[in-house]
């Protein structure tokens, strides 16, 4: 059975930084995408940032500069390095992994909460 757990959600001033984790089990994820969305109030979910297993990174463009995502295959976990933060990155925040192949299929973790006060 596949299982996320994030971890390294909280409440930061404006500007300070949060390092989110996500630890994968159940299976191998060297060849799955990884990444995180996220969810503010009232609005749909976004990609804050993905990682391949080649490991070629993405980014939304409010997060380019401020945030780096990071996975480490040997134990199948997935980092966001959050700085700068600011308010309208409040919101809960989806670890994922991603088979790309057929049949393409997504794992969510249970999310974490990230409140930036200003």
């Known amino acids: 059975q596949v299982q996320l757990v994030e971890s390294g959600g909280g409440l930061v001033q404006a500007g300070g930084s949060l390092r989110l984790s996500c630890a994968a089990s159940?299976?191998?994820?060297?060849?799955?995408?990884m990444g995180w969305f996220r969810q503010a109030p009232g609005k749909q979910r976004e990609l804050v940032a993905s990682v391949t297993s080649g490991g070629t990174t993405n980014y939304a463009d409010s997060t380019k500069g401020r945030f780096a995502i990071s996975r480490d295959n040997r134990n199948n976990t997935v980092v966001l390095q959050m700085n700068s933060l600011k308010p309208e990155d409040i919101g809960v925040y989806y670890c994922?992994?991603?088979?790309?192949?057929?049949?393409?299929?997504?794992?969510w973790g249970q999310g974490t909460q990230v409140t930036v006060s200003s």
């Open positions: 994922y992994v991603r088979r790309v192949v057929t049949p393409v299929y997504t794992y």
């Open positions: 159940g299976r191998t994820f060297s060849t799955y995408a």
